[in-house]
């Protein structure tokens, strides 16, 4: 029997995030791991009258392409991936892995070339999404490796998943985001026009200015599930410093009980319990990675668990998130990088958070 999960899952993709329209071209990428999410998401857009484009990657192929690819072969862009940024109307993401370390043994070099191969594609991606030429959301649909990832059992991940994105038991989802992104609205307005914030509390003592910039309503239209407000931070004018209080996963490794000290917008110290090199090391990648480019709270209060999975953890409610390294343009941020790196603290005890020297926002909770 058919999980109707997926259908609402595929209705709240197709008609809320994306509002697909006769006529477009909506790509599905994915694996075959998530075949019943992809299969409901395929039919959602043929219903919606537009043409569905599947594009799949078998287990395996990724750690098979760094192993093989020749060096020239490196330095191209895949011509389908290329052709869907350029002209595809709407790309649905959904994330199914069936191993969630597979590059853990990839020579880093040949990923780092790769990566820069690809530059031009996600500047195209970028600029066309910015236009609203090219409408995107990422989701997750839930697997065994991600369970293990999360210490959760396979039912156990998939009620959390489901729950996250409001599709298990809510009789209209899309309702149900729709009402989240007004309720969200009013904290992007509350904090629009505001000057500087202050962080505090056991895990962080932190100014930023926020002079002329904007809150952006992360409102499940690009991430599903969602839950965050996020501007990027005056870049020479962050002073103090946080400690995460979850694991940061970056390229796959896992950075534990990291601490940063800020002075005029720059990382100037950082330490950590676990992997300390490394974060060090992704830290002095280019000229902005010690540069905060986001700064983030968590509002899904759906997620009440670390999962080692972003797309879930920096939406946990009674959070924040700092990203160091390149910020979203539309929120006013000019830093640039081939870094983007999230990382967790939680605010849910003793702590607060001032705009202007107003508390908005105590224990995890928003008080305006």
Not at 97 to 106: D, F, K, V, Y
Not at 354 to 360: I, N, P, R, Y
Request: charged share 25%; proline share 5%; hydrophobic share 40%.
């Amino acid at each position: 029997m058919p999980d109707p999960r997926h259908s609402r899952l595929a209705r709240v993709l197709t008609d809320y995030c994306l509002d697909v329209q006769p006529g477009q071209v909506v790509a599905i990428l994915s694996s075959p791991v998530a075949e019943p999410l992809v299969s409901a998401v395929y039919q959602r857009i043929l219903e919606r009258g537009a043409q569905p484009v599947n594009y799949m990657a078998l287990p395996g192929m990724q750690e098979l392409y760094f192993r093989h690819a020749a060096e020239p072969i490196l330095d191209r862009v895949n011509p389908l991936t290329r052709y869907l940024y350029n002209h595809a109307d709407a790309l649905i993401q959904i994330l199914a892995n069936s191993h969630t370390r597979e590059l853990a043994g990839a020579d880093p070099q040949r990923v780092k070339r790769s990566r820069a191969a690809e530059a031009a594609i996600v500047k195209t991606f970028m600029e066309r999404s910015s236009r609203n030429e090219l409408r995107w959301v990422i989701t997750q649909f839930p697997t065994n490796a991600h369970a293990q990832d999360a210490d959760m059992g396979p039912l156990t991940y998939q009620e959390f998943v489901y729950r996250a994105c409001h599709v298990d038991g809510d009789d209209d989802p899309v309702a149900y985001w729709q009402a989240f992104r007004a309720r969200q609205q009013v904290i992007c307005d509350y904090l629009k026009g505001r000057h500087e914030l202050r962080v505090r509390g056991p895990n962080a003592d932190l100014t930023l200015s926020i002079r002329d910039r904007v809150f952006i309503n992360a409102d499940g239209r690009n991430n599903m599930p969602d839950g965050e407000v996020f501007t990027g931070p005056v870049e020479d004018a962050v002073n103090g410093w946080v400690r995460f209080t979850y694991p940061a996963v970056y390229s796959g490794r896992e950075v534990e009980g990291i601490e940063l000290h800020f002075e005029a917008g720059r990382v100037v110290k950082a330490t950590a319990r676990k992997n300390e090199e490394f974060l060090l090391s992704v830290l002095d990648t280019d000229a902005g990675a010690r540069t905060l480019g986001e700064f983030a709270i968590g509002t899904n209060y759906g997620v009440d668990r670390f999962t080692r999975n972003i797309l879930f953890d920096e939406k946990i409610g009674g959070t924040i998130h700092l990203a160091v390294g390149a910020a979203y343009p539309e929120t006013g941020g000019r830093n640039e990088s081939a870094v983007h790196w999230d990382m967790v603290c939680d605010m849910r005890t003793d702590s607060e958070i001032t705009a202007d020297g107003d508390v908005f926002y105590r224990d995890g909770q928003f008080t305006i």
